[in-house]
């Protein structure tokens, strides 16, 4: 056996423990990817019952929405309603009742002012009968 005989044995050798050694981690990549091709099969078979019942549910979804969208319509109609009668109330009934307002409020405030300068008349009325009877007890 001569040198380069042997030197390419030993290359040999070492080509197949390269390969060896090479070979472990792509066996084990290899099973990796069975695993995910396996999981992402999983996957899609139960996405489409859940997606089915995700498109379910927006249609119920969109049906509530149309019905609110009624009620909201509704709902606007009655408050335009509302504004219309308290403007037509506020003109046709609101001026008097103001008026009225204003003049019972005025003879509340004179009946309260003619009230308080009676009793004003009789404090100052008591006032000087109580001083004349003080200097009239003083002089005697």
């Known amino acids: 056996m001569s040198v380069g005989e042997i030197a390419a044995l030993v290359a040999a050798i070492a080509f197949v423990l390269l390969v060896l ?7 084990k990549l290899g099973r990796t990817l069975d695993e ?10 139960g996405a489409s019952p ?14 509530q929405l149309a ?6 319509a509704n709902a606007a109609s009655v ?7 308290t403007s037509l109330f506020a003109s046709t009934v609101g001026g008097p009742v103001v008026k009225v307002a ?11 002012k003619r009230r308080v ?8 009325k008591k006032s000087r009968a109580s001083r004349r009877r003080k ?6």
């Open 67 to 72: 019905q609110v969208e009624d009620i909201t």
């Open 79 to 85: 408050s335009s309603n509302a504004a219309a009668l």
């Open 117 to 124: 300068s009676e009793l004003e008349r009789e404090v100052k």
């Open 21 to 27: 050694l090479l070979a472990v981690p792509i066996l």
């Open 135 to 140: 200097t009239d007890n003083q002089q005697d």
């Open 102 to 112: 204003a003049f019972s409020h005025g003879i509340r405030t004179a009946a309260k």
């Open 50 to 63: 859940i997606l089915t019942q995700a498109a379910t549910t927006v249609e119920a979804v969109n049906s």
């Open 36 to 45: 995910a091709t396996l999981a992402i099969r999983k996957a899609h078979e």
